[in-house]
């Protein structure tokens, strides 16, 4: 399965800033997905990041404040703009593996 | 709605005494059912995927089973490890196709 390499593992970061997230993948994948878990719950889909196209948002969720990058197979960014403490929250990667999907370990995201 | 429950949401259990975690769905278009065991502070690690109803997969201590409606995450003899939370997880769609997790059982194993 494919191994995801996820950073920062932690921030606390200032509101009204921004914070880019990263994942690298061990191998070329087609789909990425990006998701949010609130501490204490289960994971809830932001978007869905194909590369060469612009990312899909679930309802709730929009570019402006998650801008996604894929630029090729094996990588992805999201970026949490603009801030606010009801940002906190874990932010996760995933991407399908043969069997599975695989994820990240998770940026835990504090915003004072 | 497309729905997934997880029940019970916490689960204790004395080291040896086997149990089942249930995992129950509202959806259209079933593509795949997963099992992934999370701890804390990590990202959800994949377990098993079933695809049709009768499906059986095992690993270890786990074994898990697919209904029309429902899904059961078996655990035999856990040992104090096993403690985590397990989620649910179900792929839906035709065209596209997107994955809604339930909230997750917490399991508990005492020695």
């Known amino acids: 399965s494919a191994v995801i390499s996820q950073k920062p593992s932690r921030d606390i970061c200032q509101r009204g800033t921004s914070l880019t997230i990263q994942c690298q993948v061990d191998?070329?994948?087609?789909?990425m997905f990006w998701y949010r878990q609130q501490p204490g719950q289960s994971l809830t889909l932001i978007a869905t990041a194909n590369q060469g196209s612009e990312a899909t948002y679930e309802s709730g969720f929009v570019i402006d404040k998650f801008p996604i990058s894929r630029p090729n197979l094996t990588f992805s960014t999201l970026t949490v703009s603009n801030m606010s403490p009801e940002d906190s929250s874990i932010y996760l990667c995933s991407a399908q593996g043969d069997y599975g999907y695989t994820f990240g370990s998770g940026t835990r995201l504090t915003v004072v | 709605e497309d729905q997934v429950t997880q029940s019970p949401e916490a689960l204790r259990l004395q080291e040896g005494e086997s149990s089942s975690l249930n995992c129950s769905y509202t959806?259209?278009?079933?593509?795949?059912l997963f099992w992934y065991r999370q701890d804390p502070g990590k990202g959800p690690e994949f377990l098993f995927t079933?695809?049709?109803a009768g499906e059986e997969k095992e690993k270890e201590r786990l074994k898990a089973t697919l209904t029309k409606k429902e899904s059961f995450l078996h655990i035999t003899a856990p040992k104090p490890e096993d403690s985590a939370t397990y989620l649910c997880a179900v792929q839906v769609g035709t065209g596209g196709f997107k994955t809604i997790f339930g909230a997750g059982t917490r399991l508990f194993v005492k020695a």
């Open positions: 959806v259209s278009g079933l593509r795949g």
């Open positions: 191998s070329q994948v087609t789909m």
């Open positions: 079933l695809y049709s």
